[in-house]
């Protein structure tokens, strides 16, 4: 990093600490009551909405009223599984030019974007023993290859996130920034691995779709002539199985077009910290953990962009190791489903993770 932009990075970093941040106004920027919020914050420790009213202290209908608006405004909640008890890798790629439309089973988002080159993202979710095949689906050797030790998605509670009562927007707050990087630089420690079964699959890919779907809509979204699980046998799977391999939830919402989802690829040894700081901020919204590398996709306000650099910046500082980054502008973005009926019929039949080549590609928009 040049003295230029370690000059800039300092100018920024105290705009962005000082009251005149987004002072300009809201636009961009997500709105909530503080009802509203007050349940955002508890999603991602809560695994059903009662837990959401004993967090918030608010009445269940209220709770219940609250996440129907916020579904209806696009913002939602979803499960996050503990990979590493499934046995499954985090892989994000990046391969210069455009792909074939057919996408391959276990993605589970692509972009189209411009960085240094035009390029095509993947990110996809896969036992660690079906990586190869995945990859030599692809055409070209990717350009990019981030396999993840973990995920981190944005939580409300994050350090690096603060609400604006006054306005009714979220915001970033960046005045522990050091000290979040700090702290980020640890790396997780993984948990046993352990075997699922079919119905244990299905009930995480609905509540992946939707935290809080009920068990009984699991039961009517069954095919008419399909061996259908009873709502008894569903509930003790989730309560034994499911309900353990939970990690969190997340919160996923659109903003306005007029802010360009992004990926940023983080490399270096202070990556990681970098990475996992940026997801504690608004509108940073998940992030690839790999050992020397990262990917953190946004949609931010064009405002915030100096924080992904104070971050690489101050990781690179306190933790005495570079940090280089490279952002890609994704003109396309389209999200799948990473467990589908197709993944969860081939699963039933034979107990184990089928080979992405053995599976349909996923349908385009």
């Not at 503080?34 to 909405?49: D, F, G, H």
């Not at 994050?158 to 009562?165: F, M, Q, S, V």
């Not at 992405?356 to 928009?365: N, Y």
Request: hydrophobic content about 40%; aromatic content about 8%.
């Amino acid at each position: 990093m040049n003295d230029n932009f370690i000059r800039t990075v300092n100018e920024r970093s105290e705009e962005m600490r000082g009251p005149d941040l987004l002072s300009a106004g809201c636009e961009g920027l997500l709105r909530l009551a503080p009802a509203e919020w007050r349940v955002l914050q508890a999603y991602p420790s809560s695994l059903n909405l009662a837990k959401v009213a004993s967090s918030t202290g608010l009445p269940y209908s209220t709770v219940v009223d609250v996440t129907r608006r916020l579904r209806e405004r696009g913002i939602t909640v979803h499960y996050v599984p503990k990979l590493d008890r499934l046995g499954v890798t985090p892989l994000l790629v990046v391969v210069e030019g455009d792909l074939p439309p057919q996408t391959p089973a276990y993605t589970v988002y692509r972009g189209e974007g411009i960085g240094k080159r035009r390029c095509t993202v993947l990110h996809a979710l896969l036992p660690d023993r079906l990586v190869h095949d995945y990859l030599s689906l692809l055409p070209k050797e990717p350009l990019i290859e981030v396999r993840g030790l973990e995920v981190r998605y944005w939580d409300p509670r994050g350090r690096l996130t603060r609400y604006d009562a006054g306005r009714g927007v979220v915001v970033p707050d960046t005045s522990g920034l050091e000290e979040v990087v700090l702290s980020c630089s640890r790396p997780p420690s993984p948990e046993e691995r352990k075997w699922v079964d079919w119905l244990d699959l299905l009930i995480i890919s609905f509540k992946m779709r939707n935290a809080y779907a009920k068990l009984s809509s699991i039961v009517k979204s069954l095919e008419p002539g399909e061996q259908t699980p009873s709502r008894q046998l569903l509930s003790y799977h989730y309560r034994m199985h499911v309900a353990p391999l939970w990690r969190a939830n997340s919160v996923r919402y659109e903003l306005p077009e007029s802010c360009p989802r992004k990926l940023y690829i983080l490399e270096g040894k202070a990556s990681a910290a970098a990475a996992r700081s940026l997801v504690e901020a608004p509108y940073f919204h998940e992030a690839v953990v790999g050992d020397g590398l990262a990917g953190v996709l946004s949609q931010h306000p064009c405002t915030l962009e100096v924080l992904v650099y104070m971050a690489a910046y101050i990781a690179s500082t306190v933790l005495a190791a570079d940090v280089d980054v490279e952002e890609v502008i994704l003109t396309s973005f389209t999200r799948f489903e990473w467990l589908t009926p197709e993944l969860l019929a081939r699963y039933r039949e034979h107990g184990a993770w089928p080979p992405p080549s053995e599976l349909p590609a996923l349908p385009q928009p």
